[in-house]
């Protein structure tokens, strides 16, 4: 699959609720094959916008032959550390 958009609307403590999309950085891609990891969070500057706690998230991925579709969610404690990962059951 490739992701071809990504944004997460994040909160800090010192800064509050913000917003980071991949549309800020060029609109980078990931190519994520079966059983792989993708780290989205380099193309998303995590570091200088993405400092916080993830409290949704959006992806526009594209799969096989189908038409592009988003991915979405909410806050939860699965994906509330930094290294976590997030994964995705495109069956």
Same mark, same amino acid.
């Given at each position: 699959m490739r992701i071809l958009a990504a944004a997460v609307?994040?909160?800090n403590e010192e800064h509050g609720v913000h917003i980071a999309h991949s549309g800020s950085y060029g609109y980078p891609t990931w190519d994520v094959g079966?059983? /792989?990891v993708a780290?989205?969070?380099?193309?998303?500057g995590r570091g200088r916008d993405w400092d916080?706690?993830?409290l949704s998230y959006? +992806?526009?991925?594209d799969y096989?032959?189908? /038409?592009?579709?988003?991915?979405t969610g909410v806050w939860s404690l699965d994906v509330d550390r930094l290294d976590t990962t997030l994964p995705l059951? +495109?069956?």
């Open positions: 609307v994040y909160s079966p059983d /792989e780290q989205l969070d380099a193309g998303l916080g706690r993830i959006a +992806l526009l991925i096989g032959n189908a /038409e592009p579709f988003l991915k059951s +495109l069956d």
